[in-house]
């Protein structure tokens, strides 16, 4: 299957083109054996992101009681009215204006992570910034003290990558979280645990087990996504010289640099799976109840139906509305903070080193592999014309 080799990791469009002109969506098999279907045009994407038939809920059987109730008391995983009663408690914390307080802090992080690139003529761009950056942001968010950032980054990063380990380091991430909730109630500080932790909304208020599943959604649903948004900027803004230094003339552009690269790069490849609880038709495709359904964010973003001229990076193009964050009820709650991340990762860094090169062909580029994430694992450059 074109989708699960390694051509498709190398580059996705082809392949996804080619599912997006046959039909709005596909019955796929995962090299695991298990089928689900991919939806990869605009339209049928927003309609299945927004059709309330679908739900988020799956049966978490199988998994250790603590695990289970850190999974499903994440409102990414709910239905409404759970999920409006979550997203609700959550938002009232977890505000624009916190979003913004965070804005000269995320400049000093920046600063300090580009500093230490100085004695280096060539880094890994991924490694040094893209990764650490947002790690660092959500930690600050929900008041991780720096001590204990060093454990707790190496069994997100577990987390992230799956596999065998990966039971171990969420059930130590839900105990630390846990044991940091305890210290919060304690000593609250001016940080998002502890501000949820005290807030009443009409006289609700979040379960200790709502509050740690809350704090491992937003580490696993924050960090590497903005990661491969600052990382496929970089990468797109080196491809594309005229881009680059219309940027350097008038630095305001990198909202609508951003902008296009979470279009035509979108960090976060598809959604997360929903499950039909009646058939639903897409064109001329029916799908059964009771099937897993991805909705491929990458193909919707460059669906020709909604986008001219789809493969053309074009910051600033008229025709918005791609569907990187998602759209409907679950639509990112962090869409903010991650725009704000990346639009300062990335001014900054060029305008620091604004000869800097990519050092490796694009054939030569090493992406992440799996249908759901599209960024890259590394991407070395080379740090030409820096300026102090
Ligand atoms: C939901 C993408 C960064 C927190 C989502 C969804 C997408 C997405 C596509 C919806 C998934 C679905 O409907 O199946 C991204 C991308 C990011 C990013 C591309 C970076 C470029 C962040 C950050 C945070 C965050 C930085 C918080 C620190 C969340 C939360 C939800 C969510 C809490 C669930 C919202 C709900 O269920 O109501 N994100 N995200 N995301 N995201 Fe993000």
């Not at 992101?49 to 809920?57: E, F, G, I, R, Y």
């Not at 979003?99 to 500093?115: C, F």
């Not at 010289?241 to 609508?256: F, Y």
């Not at 791609?322 to 990112?332: P, S, V, W």
């Amino acid at each position: 299957m074109a989708l699960f080799d390694d051509g498709y990791t190398a580059n996705p469009h082809p392949a996804l083109a080619e599912l997006r002109q046959t039909g709005p969506a596909h019955r796929v098999t995962s090299p695991a054996g298990i089928p689900f279907w991919l939806v990869t045009r605009w339209d049928e994407a927003r309609l299945v992101l927004t059709d309330p038939s679908l739900s988020k809920q799956q049966p978490m059987d199988g998994l250790p009681p603590q695990l289970r109730s850190a999974l499903t008391t994440q409102m990414l995983l709910r239905d409404p009215p759970d999920h409006t009663r979550l997203r609700r408690l959550v938002s009232a914390g977890f505000t624009p204006r916190r979003t913004e307080a965070l804005r000269p802090r995320i400049e000093q992080l920046t600063d300090r992570l580009l500093g230490a690139f100085a004695a280096d003529a060539e880094v890994d761009v991924i490694d040094r910034l893209a990764v650490p950056l947002p790690f660092e942001v959500i930690c600050e968010l929900l008041g991780i003290p720096a001590a204990e950032r060093g454990p707790f980054r190496a069994w997100s990063d577990t987390i992230i990558v799956g596999g065998a380990d990966m039971s171990a380091a969420l059930a130590q991430t839900v105990a630390y979280f846990r044991d940091l909730l305890t210290r919060k109630r304690v000593r609250p500080a001016d940080d998002l645990l502890s501000t949820l932790a005290v807030i009443v909304d009409d006289g609700d208020r979040l379960s200790d087990d709502e509050l740690v599943g809350m704090a491992l959604l937003l580490v696993v649903a924050g960090h590497e996504t903005t990661a491969n948004l600052i990382g496929n900027t970089v990468h797109l803004l080196s491809r594309h010289p005229s881009q680059r230094s219309r940027l350097r003339d008038d630095p305001g552009l990198v909202t609508a640099v951003v902008e296009e690269v979470l279009r035509m790069a979108s960090p976060s490849a598809t959604s997360t799976y929903r499950v039909t609880t009646r058939p639903i038709t897409l064109g001329d495709t029916t799908i059964p109840a009771g099937e897993q359904v991805l909705v491929s964010l990458l193909a919707a973003n460059r669906d020709p139906g909604r986008f001219t001229d789809p493969n053309t990076f074009d910051p600033g193009r008229p025709d918005g509305g791609h569907l990187a964050f998602g759209h409907g009820i679950h639509f990112c709650l962090g869409a903010p903070l991650a725009r704000m991340e990346a639009q300062i990762a990335v001014r900054r860094l060029f305008a620091r080193h604004p000869d800097l090169e990519v050092t490796v062909a694009p054939s030569e580029l090493r992406w992440r592999t799996g249908l759901l994430m599209h960024g890259l694992r590394s991407l070395p450059i080379r740090l030409e014309g820096q300026r102090s």
